[in-house]
């Protein structure tokens, strides 16, 4: 259930369930079939989004750890971002409810929506970046390091802004937003 405008917009537990699959199946496969950051990470940020606005903060959250997992268990990330997995759950998490945070107290003002996911995208980003490059640098210390902290900057920030603009689209045309 997702509180707008104090409404509550309610699915059959089945077709929320079945949604909620469909969704967090997509975001977990996507990356075994697309190895472009550039395509999958603006993607599953839409994702979370789209998850966030149907299904509610919860679902999206967990959506949002359930990628990461997969992709390290599957051997997509390279064992130097392992220290890092935890802080891409949080971030993801962090996106997920600083978007609804700031969507919930703008929601009488005109693109509430854009203004809450661009600041939800940049504290993403600044958790990632700082994050990533604390453990990259100060823990694994490691030649590379400075080279993988580079992905945790600002194509981090412009996937979250992309999939802010996919989720955006999806959720005008069902009306969710």
């Known amino acids: 259930m997702y509180k707008e405008n104090s409404k509550v917009i309610s699915l059959p ?3 929320s369930a079945s949604l909620f699959v469909g969704l967090a199946v997509f975001a977990t496969i996507l990356p075994f079939f697309i190895h472009l950051q550039w395509i999958t990470g603006p993607l ?3 994702v ?3 998850a966030l606005f149907i299904l509610g903060t919860r679902s999206a959250v967990v959506i949002g750890v359930v990628p990461s997992l997969m992709a390290l268990a599957g051997g997509l990330l390279p ?3 392992a220290p890092v997995v935890p802080f891409i759950m949080v971030s993801n998490a962090l996106f997920v409810l600083s978007s609804k945070y700031f969507y919930d107290k703008m ?3 005109n693109n509430s929506y854009i203004y809450a996911t661009v600041i939800a995208s940049i504290l993403k980003f600044i958790f990632l970046y700082l994050s990533a490059n604390y453990i990259l640098h100060y823990i694994v210390k490691s030649a590379v390091a400075s080279k993988v902290v580079l992905l945790f900057s600002w194509p981090q920030l412009s996937s979250s802004l992309i999939g802010s603009m996919i989720a955006f689209v999806v959720l005008k045309y069902l ?3």
Do not use: G, Y
Request: hydrophobic residues 55%.
């Open 48 to 50: 979370l989004l789209i």
């Open 13 to 15: 537990k089945t077709q």
């Open 175 to 177: 009306r969710r937003i």
């Open 44 to 46: 599953v940020n839409a």
């Open 79 to 81: 064992v130097i971002m």
């Open 107 to 109: 929601l009488t003002k």
